[in-house]
């Protein structure tokens, strides 16, 4: 990369502000406009717990100078998925999901079909696997393959830990993501509702590198 070098590492605590604040600002989502206690929640939640999943950041060191740039979050089974799921909502969080519903900032058919998918794709999952939650780059900082570096770190993770398979889900109508998911070797598994379910099986993962020009 130009004028700098990716690091990828763990996500940390002291990350965890950043790294939900770039999330709020890239990704369009019923968690983004639950606002910033949910998603600061949500990292850290995964990161005092390593058996809920784990987290990434993207770094770019440039001489002293080292901004995080992009993040990614992955949880494990759909059992352990749920057990954040039910740590998240305490009373501030669902007054925030309330409050956005009132003002128009969470549409409640959104909800309604999100949930319809998880419904639907709930018996899909091939365990051992994980899930990405979250990747979320900088906007000025895309195309310059931090997305992929993040994905990469997740996948040579995953293999360590004998995990066979790398899910994501997003918009059907986010056609930038499903774009880039497919670039790194990720095929459509179902659709339902709002979304669509990716798969990644990760004996066609080995060939995934870091790209600096994508």
Sequence with gaps: MKNGTIKIRPLEERDIQKVAD???????????????????????????????????VAEIYKADWKPIVGGILVTYDMERFGILRRMLFDPKIVWHLILGIIFGKIHLRELIEHWQFQRAVSGIYQIPYISIQALCVTTSMRRLGIGKALVTAVVKKAQEKNIGVVYVDTLTTNEAARKFYSSVGFGQCKEAGDSILLVLPLKTAKGLIIDSDR
């Excluded at 019923?30 to 999943?53: E, F, Q």
């Design 22 to 56: 770039i999330h709020k600002k890239t990704i369009q989502s019923p968690g983004s406009a639950i606002g910033l206690p949910y998603l600061v929640k949500t990292y850290r939640s995964v990161c005092d717990d390593s058996n809920l999943g784990f987290g990434m």
